[in-house]
Nanobody
Framework: QVQLVESGGGLVQPGGSLRLTCAAS????????MTWFRQAPGKQRELVAT??????????IYATSVKGRFTISRDNAKNAVYLQMNSLKPEDTAVYSC?????????WGQGTQVTVSS
């Protein structure tokens, strides 16, 4: 059974940093593209960052709104994917979830809340 568990969210002041973790089980995460999404209240879910499988080069792609501030990375030994978020802005406030697809089926974690406020 595939499970994705996010952690690392919290309350941070504008300009601060957080690192989110997506811990995977039931799959070898390095074999799949892994993606971070976010959803703010009253807004549609949006893709934040994705990283291709290791066999595809592990290439990251970022939303324009976070490029240069966020970094997605893998720790294959821990079967985890990270989202390092720097220079956080109030508009980054949202529930952040990780996602992958295996054999045509999508898997989601429960999400972790990130609140950027002074």
């Amino acid at each position: 059974q595939v499970q994705l568990v996010e952690s690392g969210g919290g309350l941070v002041q504008p300009g601060g940093s957080l690192r989110l973790t997506c811990a995977a089980s039931g799959i070898v995460s390095s074999d799949y593209a892994m993606t971070w999404f976010r959803q703010a209240p009253g807004k549609q879910r949006e893709l934040v960052a994705t990283i291709s499988s290791v066999s595809s080069g592990g290439r990251p792609i970022y939303a324009t709104s976070v490029k240069g501030r966020f970094t997605i990375s893998r720790d294959n030994a821990k079967n985890a994917v990270y989202l390092q978020m720097n220079s956080l802005k109030p508009e980054d406030t949202a529930v952040y979830s990780c996602n992958t697809m295996r054999q045509g089926e999508f898997y989601w974690g429960q999400g972790t809340q990130v609140t950027v406020s002074s």
